[in-house]
């Protein structure tokens, strides 16, 4: 049974930090891209880092760069998502995702919440 089970999310104040956990099982991890999206209310969700499989380097989307950082452990099916500078447009659900590099094959989480405020 395939399985992305996002946490780490909560209220945060606006300059803090966060780290999101989103921890796999059931595939082959390491053929997988992982990703993070988020969506805010009224908005559609968007992608905002990706790690390929065996790449220390991560990519950002919407001017997240600075102060995101996505990273991944193969050895623990784990991908994170460090937050640091948070600000209240970054309140959202955060989802972890699963993209096969080989097909269009793809799996969801379910979502953690980030609200940051005062």
């Known amino acids: 049974q395939v399985q992305l089970v996002e946490s780490g999310g909560g209220l945060v104040q606006p300059g803090g930090s966060v780290r999101l956990s989103c921890a796999a099982s059931?595939?082959?991890?390491?053929?997988?891209?992982m990703k993070w999206y988020r969506q805010s209310p009224r908005k559609e969700r968007e992608l905002v880092a990706s790690?390929?499989?065996?790449?220390?380097?991560?990519n950002y989307f919407h001017s997240v760069k600075g102060r995101f950082t996505i990273s991944r452990d193969n050895a623990k099916n784990m991908v994170y998502l460090q937050i640091n500078g948070l600000k209240p447009e970054d309140t959202a659900v955060y989802y972890c995702?699963?993209?096969?590099?080989?097909?269009?094959?793809?799996?969801w989480g379910q979502g953690t919440q980030v609200t940051v405020s005062s």
């Open positions: 995702n699963a993209r096969s590099i080989y097909d269009s094959v793809e799996y």
């Open positions: 059931g595939f082959a991890f390491t053929m997988y891209t």
């Open positions: 790690i390929e499989n065996f790449s220390g380097d991560g």
